[in-house]
């Protein structure tokens, strides 16, 4: 029905002003024009965001797959120092960050047995990285649901003053005709058009880099108890020295 609603709006504009993009734009209001303008600067800050985010998210998950098994194999040799080394070429890595402040927070109390208070300072600090990094990765995603959220109303209140003028069309001429309401109405149509046009690719793309996140975090999660699990094994085996 949307769709044909549309159609038909053009149809209309298309018999009073000619359907092209320069004559929809001059036969417009210019409340109209700003909510078309403010639409299409939503729509160049969400597209943004989603090549920031992708981009982010894909160096994120290459140099995880790299990073993993490299720090894996070091800890298990009791390397510390070289595991920070290979997390520091990986710091795109979110597991690399987040290691990290969990390795140097362990290794500042030297290779002794650690209490359990120093085990809980390396968990709280593996906490704190984790927090900070999925801070930094929804960086741009609340204004994603925002705008796929708010675009849609935007786009309604040109449809509203759209409908405005196809009255005033038809109060100004004293005719009832396609002619008195062709502009107002396509007006309506198009801010609608554009809304939906913003919002559905906003709200797609916050669902899918919000289900990355999510699926990042657990990884997070994983890594961080593993080490915990590493550095328990290791003030064991130093406390038994």
Not at 7 to 14: E, I, S
Not at 58 to 70: D, I
Not at 185 to 213: C, D, H, Q, R
Request: aromatic share 8%; glycine share 8%.
């Amino acid at each position: 029905m949307l769709v044909q609603m549309n159609l038909f709006g053009m149809w209309l504009f298309q018999e009073a002003v000619g359907f092209d993009m320069l004559s929809m734009w001059r036969a417009m209001g210019i409340l109209a024009k700003l909510v078309v303008i403010i639409l299409f600067l939503m729509s160049a800050w969400s597209v943004g965001v989603m090549i920031d985010r992708w981009l982010a998210f894909s160096a994120a998950r290459k140099q995880s797959r790299t990073f993993a098994p490299l720090a894996a194999g070091a800890l298990r040799e009791g390397k510390i120092d070289e595991a920070i080394r290979i997390a520091e070429r990986h710091k795109k890595s979110h597991l690399a960050k987040v290691l990290t402040a969990g390795l140097h927070e362990f290794q500042a109390h030297g290779a002794a047995a650690v209490t359990s208070e120093e085990l809980e300072a390396s968990k709280r600090a593996l906490d704190r990285a984790s927090a900070i990094v999925h801070a930094e990765l929804k960086r741009g995603l609340s204004g994603l649901a925002t705008i796929g959220a708010t675009s849609p109303f935007v786009g309604l209140f040109g449809t509203v003053v759209g409908i405005i003028n196809a009255f005033k069309g038809i109060a100004s001429s004293q005719a009832t005709g396609l002619a008195a309401v062709a502009g107002g109405i396509s007006e309506a149509l198009v801010a609608t058009a554009i809304g939906l046009f913003v919002a559905i690719p906003a709200v797609w793309a916050f669902n899918i880099f919000t289900s990355k996140v999510e699926a990042f975090d657990v990884e997070m999660d994983n890594s961080s108890s593993e080490l915990v699990d590493f550095f328990v094994r290791r003030s064991s085996a130093a406390g038994r020295k």
